[in-house]
């Protein structure tokens, strides 16, 4: 037997009262102290125990607890709802936090189910024998008495006799009706001041009184789990939600999956079939109506709009109108049906979702729906949320150029390395299929052929797996309207040019097979794959840098600690508080005491409020032969900063940079999480026939079959000649709201617009110049987005606009036209180069530029008189070394098309 297991062994037989010390298992074991204490620190790390308390420090088995709640219902819970992964985790962090868990506010827009989920934790900690089976959960709205502070006080905590006219007889409040369970406060941000203030007390030192009571102190154990729709910062006292540190956002219906909708929608009609006793039917459309519609009050709405359906149908069923009780989608409101005709999801989601071999699902009390749904990666996180979450921290900390794009780069390898590792040890390309789909594995086996030809290399199977969840994470966040946005595309760009290159054309390939239109960013990530493939992946072995806060006060370190270990659900952070009456060395003296006996021979980042603290790190040093770093003037946000950072593996200088560029927030960024969508510009394509409109529409007919476009951004309109209004006045009305494409016509029109006889369409001539036009126009429309999230010092809508011009101006001198890959590398270089130079960033010398310039003098002086309407124009001056990169772009054969 392992020594950790003998400790843990002896440490549970040893359990009968509030806990057991290090020394005490030491001694029953003939072992140092020392030893046994690092491997209870260690089951501590592993959940198999819990300490307790500080002088003397306890620790309590949680074996028990570990095994039953391999099924709780807050687990059964997050099958189906894995959006609440954080949330749920904050919960069992708060129900298990010794000694008697941690008060928590729920936050979160109206109907998200945050009494449900309040229930929820209530079952959890019962389940995990921290409340009695039959301990109380009390529900108090605080709406109900906002205005009557005096009722509302006797309400929660109790009234003596004669307290106030109408007090017979003594009251329990609800406080007390409490006492050994849960409290839940909804709607807590109607709780006035006053009402906020006599918590304080309370949820300090768990003591009351009675209205009217004045000598006499009650004390409850009461967890307070509360409530809130507003944003607790502003609508509840500061001093209140400290005294909270658990804070739980519950997203809203829009932020959750499509599965997620879909198993909610499952669970309120079997529901509904319960209550009623028998099955009800319901029709496909119906399901796809209620996955799609409108719920702007969230879960709350989805659960009474299926109760009026279901009632409803009952109605109809108990009338004899109907044999069953059953819902079709003609039965549906109207606001409802309108969910049927919402594109928000493709076809390939709903042969996920349903069988379209059935046209009735049917719920009753014994119905599971048994469809497959995906966990998009292993550990729920993807390359997407990972730079959400990056740039959201770095920009709230005021980084910003070139140290924010080093970040990026960092992380983005990082990413790319890891996510090969962790594939390698866990793929089976067999079930691929059953993860992603069938038309997903089939788009990314056209890729892994194409790109293996232009490669010249046999891909491994790892990138076949890793390719195939990525693109269908890609392909979930586009149909959730949600942006993808690669902040190293350019340099991706440069630095893997031919990869980048193959993962356009790969873009094509995802877009025709899957009906879908991937944004330009994204080739930037596949491009990353193609370059990390092949490489040797190790696994990294992590830097195991600790975190240990040193402050003045009776509970100021471990306060900061317990905080910031809470909210990122560890325990990793040390804290160790240093009285004021205590003297340094004494102080000093326990943390070498802690170090040996913990046997710490890692790195020590030393997070300390001031004075001799700041000398502790050279002390350890020296004696301990270890490195340290100190940071004075330590705050909350700086340990929980410290902590992410440690646990993420970062190296000490990693940790103590990051930590160091933490700002002391006093007030929360007010930066408004709205953004307005810019209105896409609408292109039309003109088809006029002079022999009526039905042969106009017959060649509009021709034209939608041959030609690959977004209904969104271009249309077909068919016009005839014959009519009172001349045809120049007709084109006019329509360039009042789209700009005109081309035009397809049986004669000349006196017009800059490209035109195509109607001989060329019908013979289909005309259909791949057309294409080009089209390819080129999505191209400049999918490059706006790009460079929207790539420029800092020019606004990319109108710089587009100019390099379309610039590029145009070229083409025209050289009398070539690029093919769309070739113009995505051109845009992307000259927006970029023009911000850099904008930001007074440096030049890159391009070697030979003498030589070069004099072999390809006639573009020199082409892409040379390109370049002054952009100098003139930015206030910039493109140099010979700029003007020979560009003209790469411009000196070969694969941009011609």
Not at 414 to 435: A, G, M, P, Q, R
Request: charged share 25%; hydrophobic share 40%; glycine share 6%.
């Amino acid at each position: 037997m392992k020594r950790i297991d003998a400790v843990y062994q002896k440490l549970k037989e040893l359990d009968k009262g509030p806990g057991v010390s290090a020394s005490e298992i030491a001694n029953s074991l003939g072992l140092s102290r020392a030893n046994v204490s690092s491997d209870l620190n260690k089951l501590c790390k592993e959940g198999k125990a819990v300490k307790l308390g500080t002088k003397p420090v306890l620790f309590k088995p949680i074996q028990e607890i570990s095994q039953k709640s391999e099924r709780t219902s807050l687990d059964k819970f997050l099958e189906k709802n894995p959006s609440l992964f954080s949330a749920i985790e904050q919960g069992k962090a708060a129900i298990l936090y010794p000694p008697n868990g941690m008060h928590i506010l729920l936050v979160g827009e109206t109907g998200v189910g945050k009494s449900m989920f309040a229930e929820l934790i209530y079952k959890y900690a019962i389940e995990m024998n921290r409340f009695d089976q039959n301990s109380p959960f009390v529900v108090f709205n605080c709406a109900e008495y906002a205005n009557n502070p005096q009722l509302l006080v006797s309400q929660l905590f109790g009234a003596k006799k004669g307290a106030y006219t109408g007090a017979d007889f003594d009251k329990i409040g609800l406080v007390e009706k409490a006492d050994g369970g849960i409290l839940f406060l909804d709607e807590v941000h109607r709780l006035p001041p006053e009402g906020q203030e006599m918590f304080f007390t309370f949820l300090d030192k768990g003591i009351f009184r009675r209205l009217g009571e004045t000598d006499l102190e009650r004390s409850a154990n009461v967890l307070i789990i509360a409530a809130t729709t507003e944003n607790p910062e502003s609508a509840l006292l500061k001093t209140f939600t400290r005294r909270i540190p658990m804070i739980i956002h519950l997203p809203s219906l829009r932020e959750r999956s499509i599965e997620e909708r879909f198993n909610l929608i499952c669970q309120f009609m079997r529901e509904e079939s319960n209550k009623l006793g028998r099955p009800i039917r319901v029709s496909i459309n119906s399901m796809r109506a209620f996955l799609g519609y409108n719920c702007p009050n969230n879960i709350g709405q989805l659960k009474t709009d299926i109760q009026l359906v279901c009632a409803k149908a009952y109605a109809d069923f108990v009338s004899n109108k109907k044999e069953n009780i059953q819902i079709d989608w003609i039965d549906l409101p109207s606001h409802i049906k309108e969910g049927l005709y919402m594109e928000t999801e493709h076809r390939q989601v709903w042969n996920k979702l349903l069988d379209i071999n059935k046209r009735y699902f049917i719920f009753d009390k014994s119905s599971e729906e048994n469809i497959f749904f995906i966990n998009q990666d292993s550990d729920g996180k993807n390359i997407y949320e990972m730079i959400d979450i990056k740039m959201h921290e770095l920009k709230s900390r005021g980084l910003s150029g070139e140290e924010l794009d080093k970040e990026i780069e960092r992380d983005i390898k990082t990413y790319f390395e890891k996510y090969f590792y962790d594939v390698s040890k866990t793929i089976d390309v067999s079930d691929i299929e059953n993860v992603v789909g069938a038309e997903i594995v089939r788009a990314v086996e056209e890729i892994i052929k194409f790109s293996e030809k232009r490669l010249n290399k046999v891909l491994s199977k790892e990138m076949y797996y890793a390719m195939a969840v990525h693109i269908y994470t890609a392909i979930e966040r586009i149909k959730r309207n949600r942006k993808i946005v690669n902040p190293q595309l350019n340099k991706i760009r440069t630095e893997y040019s031919e990869e980048f290159n193959i993962a356009l054309d790969c873009l094509k390939i995802i877009e025709r097979v899957l009906d879908v239109s991937m944004p330009i960013d994204e080739a930037g990530f596949l491009a990353m794959f193609f370059a990390y493939d092949g490489r040797e992946i190790k696994e990294q072995k992590k830097n195991n840098v600790k975190i240990i806060v040193i402050a003045h006060g009776a509970s100021t370190a471990t306060s900061m600690v317990e905080t910031a270990n809470s909210l990122l659900g560890t325990k990793y952070a040390i804290g160790i508080d240093a009285p004021l009456n205590e003297k340094p060395q004494q102080v000093v003296s326990r943390l070498k005491t802690y170090l040996r006996e913990n046997g710490i021979k890692s790195d020590i980042l030393f997070l300390v409020d001031m004075g001799s603290l700041t000398t502790f790190g050279e002390e350890i040093e020296k004696e301990f032969g270890i490195k340290t770093k100190t940071i004075p003037l330590v705050s909350t946000l700086h340990v929980i900063e410290a902590t992410r950072k440690a646990m993420m593996g970062h190296s000490l200088e990693e940790v103590y940079e990051e930590t160091l560029n933490v700002n002391t927030f006093l007030e929360e960024e007010r930066a408004s999480s709205k953004t307005v969508g810019e209105i896409k510009e609408k292109l039309a394509i003109v088809a006029i026939c002079t022999t009526g409109e039905g042969s106009a529409v017959a060649i509009k007919n021709v034209l939608v079959q041959h030609l690959n476009y977004d209904n969104n951004i271009f249309e077909i309109i068919p016009i005839n000649l014959v009519g009172s209004e001349s045809i120049y006045t007709r084109l006019r009305n329509i360039e009042k709201e789209r700009r005109i494409l081309c035009i397809v016509s049986s004669f000349r029109i006196d017009t800059s617009v490209p035109q195509y006889g109607l001989h060329e369409v019908l013979s289909l001539e005309a259909i791949k110049p057309i294409q080009r036009l089209i390819d080129i126009e999505n191209t400049y429309i999918k490059m706006g987005d790009t460079l929207e999230n790539q420029l800092k010092n020019i606004n990319s809508k109108y710089v587009l606009q100019d390099i379309k011009m610039f590029i145009n101006a070229i083409e025209n001198e050289l009398n070539i036209k690029v093919n769309t890959n070739a113009l995505i590398g051109i845009a992307l270089h000259v927006a970029c180069m023009i911000d850099r130079l904008k930001g007074g960033g440096s030049v890159d010398e391009f070697m030979n530029k003498e030589s070069y310039i004099s072999e390809n003098y006639e573009l020199y002086n082409i892409v040379k008189k390109a370049c002054e309407i952009l100098n003139k124009k930015y206030d910039i001056n493109i140099s010979d070394d700029e003007i020979c990169y560009i003209m790469t772009f411009f000196n070969y054969k694969n941009i011609l098309k």
